[in-house]
Nanobody, 122 residues
Framework: VQLQASGGGLVQAGDSLRLSCAAS????????VGWFRQVPGKEREFVAA????????YYVDSVKGRFAISRDNAKNTVYLQMNNLGPEDAAVYYC????????????????WGQGTQVTVSS
């Protein structure tokens, strides 16, 4: 399975971005999908996750009400809509896929994408 993250860029505070994570290869191995972010010198942080069916979503508290994760299994793509971005959201965003169809914070992703940079100017 290969994951391709895209959609990052340079925006101003208060703007929106939509990240995409496209899966290819053995896509039937892709279950739940999560987004993580990392800034230099800090550990990678969980941002959001979605179950395979799309019926369950999970968010870190700092993005609740601003970010929305969704997926289109027909397109093998997961999206992260990010609204009202602030400087604290600037990071490299990674998508990751789990073999389990349900998400749990105790599970480890099986596949990782390469990351897409989000820069927010104040």
């Amino acid at each position: 399975v290969q994951l391709q993250a895209s959609g990052g860029g340079l925006v101003q505070a208060g703007d929106s971005l939509r990240l995409s994570c496209a899966a290819s290869g053995r896509t039937n191995s892709v279950g739940a999908v999560g987004w993580f972010r990392q800034v230099p010198g800090k550990e990678r942080e969980f941002v959001a996750a979605i179950s395979w069916s799309g019926g369950s979503t999970y968010y870190v508290d700092s993005v609740k009400g601003r970010f929305a994760i969704s997926r289109d299994n027909a397109k093998n793509t997961v999206y992260l809509q990010m609204n009202n971005l602030g400087p604290e959201d600037a990071a490299v965003y990674y998508c990751a896929a789990y073999q389990s169809r349900v998400y749990s914070s105790t599970y480890l992703p099986a596949y990782w994408g390469q990351g897409t940079q989000v820069t927010v100017s104040s």
